[in-house]
């Protein structure tokens, strides 16, 4: 059995793959094994995965119909046979230890989920930031936790999959699976298992460099995809409900919605976004909340503070082209229609 599965969702990023893979082959961390589901390539990502399968016994090959990350991630779980398994994006860097810190942590806490720090890069202005990958406010000065030990569980990181390392037996025994939607597949998966986890730490430095607004980056369609957070956000309710934790985490589940919607609409958002919105409004479990108390937690004054904050970012780091100012001045529009129903 080896230490660590590791499950990388590919479609068309030959460009970075091969890149990528060696990286994986190089690992500090040597017995792994590289599962890449292939979710229906139609560039030389297929040829890239194979002729690297032939130097090298640990990758495996798995080919389906194009369903989308969250589907390709979930053929990879199936498949993992590792103690510890990672669902990491093809286009994005890794540190040549990254595995190594991630799984002897693991192992010296007998955690759930091991967290690592990340860089985030944009691949249209090259400019790199340390992100929050962990956000040390929300999480308690303890190296081991569980939601027990913080009201904020569900903001101690964000959902992205590439810089958390998680038990196989705890993933595959609570049944956890990534959403088959094209945008925010993650968001379930990921608050389900802060959620459900005994043991969560932490490698307290950056391991992962991760690359947005690329080419075949998930961020680049975020606008067209963007209404599709609503199906996860309902996937997680359901959860919850169906575990019998919605009631002890009813306030958590609003505040963490809230704050997802939040960063959602710092973004342009598609044409369905505000109309999927009203109707997730219109169902449990807000639909049990007034229209005050619905307008307590979706502080507008606060979404426009953060919509004009994050035009300033845009014009000082992609410059306002005509495209970017039609898709914000859009953007606020839709906004604008928010006010009307909250």
Not at 218 to 243: M, P, W
Not at 282 to 308: A, T, V
Request: aromatic share 12%.
């Amino acid at each position: 059995m080896p230490l660590v599965s590791v499950v990388v969702p590919v479609y068309n990023v030959d460009i970075y793959l091969e890149e990528m893979l060696e990286g994986l082959r190089n690992q500090t961390l040597k017995d792994i094994e590289i599962i890449c589901v292939d979710d229906g390539s139609t560039d030389k990502s297929a040829g890239i995965i194979q002729n690297q399968a032939q130097k090298d016994t640990r990758i495996k090959y798995i080919r389906q119909e194009n369903q989308g990350g969250g589907a390709a991630r979930n053929t990879g779980i199936a498949a993992a046979e590792g103690k510890y398994l990672i669902c990491l994006d093809a286009d994005d860097i890794y540190e040549g230890n990254m595995l190594e810190l991630l799984y002897n942590q693991a192992e010296k806490t007998d955690a759930d989920i091991t967290i690592c720090e990340y860089v985030a890069w944009n691949m249209q202005t090259n400019y790199k930031s340390p992100a929050k990958g962990i956000i040390f406010e929300n999480a308690p000065d303890k190296e081991v936790f569980s939601r027990k030990d913080s009201p904020d569980i569900l903001q101690v990181t964000n959902p992205g999959p590439t810089n958390k390392l998680y038990n196989t037996e705890f993933v595959k025994k609570n049944n956890l699976k990534y959403s088959l939607t094209k945008s925010s597949n993650d968001f379930c998966f990921t608050l389900l298992a802060l959620s459900i986890a005994e043991k969560i730490t932490f490698v307290k430095q950056p391991l992962t460099t991760y690359r947005f607004m690329s080419s075949v980056s998930g961020s680049t369609n975020r606008e067209k995809n963007s209404y599709q957070c609503f199906i996860a956000y309902r996937d997680f309710y359901n959860e919850l409900v169906h575990r019998g934790l919605f009631d002890e985490m009813k306030d958590i589940y609003f505040t963490r919605i809230v704050a997802s919607v939040n960063y959602e609409l710092s973004f342009p958002v598609g044409e369905n976004y505000i109309q999927a919105l009203k109707e997730f409004f219109e169902q449990e479990p807000f639909n049990s909340l007034s229209k005050k108390e619905i307008g307590d937690l979706f502080n507008y004054k606060k979404f426009k503070k953060r919509y004009f904050e994050n035009t300033l970012l845009c014009i000082l780091t992609l410059g306002l082209n005509k495209s970017l100012k039609e898709k914000r001045e859009s953007s606020k529009n839709r906004i604008k229609s928010l006010k009307r129903f909250i």
